[in-house]
């Protein structure tokens, strides 16, 4: 039995292979009087590898009627090519066509915009853009628990279902049971008690608590895994469900957070060269021609760390018109840190020690009463990419800070019990998988880094 191989195995071959098995996608095709010139995709290449088809294969009438699209398998030799612009080519011995795509194939040999697409998101992952998209997105997620794993993490499957809201916002997409038409009220609010938890439940924005309960056991942990925030807005930075990273780390104060959370960013962009330079190019050439200069940015020198005061004080005597007035106790825009890393600093910046009053419960509180102990890792291009922070050990002053910010103690008593036994200062981040998709590939809309986005009032797909 002949084993199938891939494009890209058949692209990287040394040497001729006589007897192959290839089974992909017809991209192009071109006819002559005895042969057909056949462009054929796996996914596995951004590269197409040309197949030809004579005139002596019994089913030559039905292959020079293929379309685009039209799925093949195909059984022959990988040769030299005859023409310019590939090394190799495959002598087809044997043609069997899978399917005939429909004429009307929306994806023809042109370019497309990114908003057509989006309106045909199961199919885009066929064009040349979105393939190297996803394939370096899936080279990114495996690239993810290598880092994690080499360092002696723990990787944690936190819960998507909580009854918890960890950012403290109430942007959160409720889960229930009951009928919609039948539903319990008491005393003129819903009655969760009688709903499947007994309690009113959310999907998760974050699984950062669940890890901290983790890391003061295995030391450290992290996450990787969807996350969903109810929060109505239709910018290219914001999608409703999104995958994050969360590392957490037992006996780890805010300078070692900050360490991590640069090593990882540096790692990931050096892996993206390394493993998916082809596609990278791509990118380079067509999206953002400054993408590499960013990625040498990135990897040539050690980030800029600023205190969210200095980072103040830089943007109050920039002589800019901002859209949005900055003032020390509101919290940084886009345009704010996109300044910082493209104007001002021209690299990635971490601004950390923010007032506690725009930040979540949970960070810890510093000597000055007035900070706590955060972070945010900003790009040229995105803006944040990370937040992160040392977290509040201290049961008291955990508890002070929820009934500052409103929040009912009897939902994190779980949280709060932690802190009895055995606290230690540990520390954490999440990184917004997805931004990071936009950094290593110049894309500037979340839409088109995430396989089917989910954004208000768009669930297709």
């Excluded at 990287?12 to 042969?35: H, Q």
């Excluded at 997620?141 to 279902?161: N, V």
């Excluded at 229930?176 to 998760?204: K, R």
């Excluded at 040392?390 to 008593?413: C, F, H, I, P, S």
Aim: charged share 25%.
């Amino acid at each position: 039995m002949i084993k199938r191989t891939k494009v890209l195995e058949l692209l990287r071959a040394e040497a001729p292979i006589d007897k192959i098995l290839l089974k992909g996608w017809v991209r192009t095709k071109r006819d002559s009087k005895t042969f057909s010139f056949l462009e054929l995709n796996d996914g596995s290449s951004l590269a197409n590898l040309q197949v030809i088809a004579d005139s002596s294969l019994d089913n030559y009438a039905e292959i020079t009627a293929l379309t685009t699209g039209s799925a093949l398998e195909i059984r022959g030799s990988l040769a030299p090519s005859q023409g310019k612009g590939q090394k190799w080519e495959v002598l087809a011995e044997n043609v069997t066509i899978v399917s005939v795509a429909d004429g009307a194939y929306p994806l023809q040999k042109k370019r497309h915009t990114d908003d057509f697409l989006r309106g045909i998101a199961h199919l885009r992952p066929r064009t040349n853009k979105y393939g190297a998209v996803f394939r370096i997105r899936s080279e990114l997620s495996f690239a993810i628990h290598k880092f994690f794993r080499d360092k002696g993490f723990r990787y944690l499957h936190s819960p998507i279902i909580t009854g918890s809201d960890c950012e403290g916002a109430g942007d959160m997409f409720r889960v229930t049971a009951l009928n919609p038409g039948e539903i319990p009220v008491s005393g003129g609010i819903i009655d969760y008690s009688q709903d499947f938890f007994g309690q009113e439940a959310s999907l998760t924005v974050s699984g950062q608590l669940s890890a901290e309960m983790f890391a003061l056991a295995l030391g450290d942990v992290y996450t990787f895994g969807p996350t969903f925030r109810a929060e109505n807005s239709n910018t290219s930075r914001h999608v409703a469900e999104f995958w994050m990273v969360e590392p957490e780390m037992a006996f780890c104060d805010l300078e070692e957070d900050m360490d991590l959370a640069e090593e990882l960013v540096q790692f990931l962009v050096a892996c993206a060269m390394d493993e998916c330079m082809e596609d990278i190019t791509l990118f380079a050439k067509f999206v953002n021609k400054e993408l590499l200069t960013v990625f040498d940015n990135i990897l040539s020198s050690p980030f800029i760390r600023i205190t969210y005061e200095e980072a103040v004080n830089i943007l109050c005597k920039s002589g800019v018109s901002f859209e949005f007035k900055v003032a020390f106790g509101s919290d940084l825009q886009s345009e704010h840190e996109r300044y910082l890393t493209e104007k001002y600093f021209k690299k990635p910046v971490i601004i950390y020690n923010y007032p506690k009053e725009i930040k979540p419960f949970y960070m810890r509180l510093n000597n000055d009463n007035r900070t706590v102990a955060a972070m945010d890792l900003l790009v040229p291009g995105i803006g944040e990419i990370i937040g992160g922070s040392q977290r509040e050990e201290r049961a008291g002053t955990l508890k002070k800070r929820m009934v500052e910010m409103n929040l009912d103690e009897k939902k994190y008593w779980w949280y709060i019990d932690s802190r009895k036994y055995g606290t230690v200062p540990h520390s954490g981040f999440g990184l917004g998988f997805e931004r990071l998709m936009m950094l290593v590939t110049g894309v500037a809309n979340i839409r088109d880094v995430i396989p089917f986005p989910r954004t208000p009032g768009s669930i297709e797909f």
